[in-house]
């Protein structure tokens, strides 16, 4: 099972660092087939990255979430966009999915979040979603497998 996990993030802008923090407790952990990749903003050739990959997980820093992490599956975007300086993941997958006829099966762990602003600290509430996260980034990625993780989105708005 090939695995790409993709964090979106930046360390410089309080809880905005949640997705860079997870990622580098991904690699630490050494998790057998995954590949990992940390970016500021996606682009259009992020989705030559997910070519070839069995899942992919994009992990992201979120405001207004109702749980502290929130697991959801993707569906490519209907329409890819003309051109933007930042792309959600959803665009990504059509823009893969117009190169290649097809998108890995794809889900988003939005972890909560409230503070975004260059220089800040992590907030209490970022921590606190941290270690949720944590835990269920470790388990999706101790035995990945599309039913497994297609079960957890379904469960996990924890």
Partial sequence: MHVVVIAVGNDARGDDALGPMLLTRVTEAGFTG???QLEFQLQVEHALDLAGADLVLFIDAAHGLRH??????????????????????????AVLEQLEGHAPPSFQLSVR?????????LSPLAE????????????LLSAPGLLAWRRLAGMHRH
């Fill in 34 to 36: 995954v590949k990992t």
């Fill in 68 to 93: 502290p992490c929130e697991l959801q599956e993707l569906e490519p975007a209907r329409a890819t966009p003309a051109f933007s300086h930042a792309l959600a993941p959803e665009a990504v997958l």
């Fill in 113 to 121: 979040g409230e503070r975004f602003g260059l220089g800040e600290a």
């Fill in 128 to 139: 606190e979603a941290f270690d949720h996260a944590w835990e269920l980034l470790a388990t």
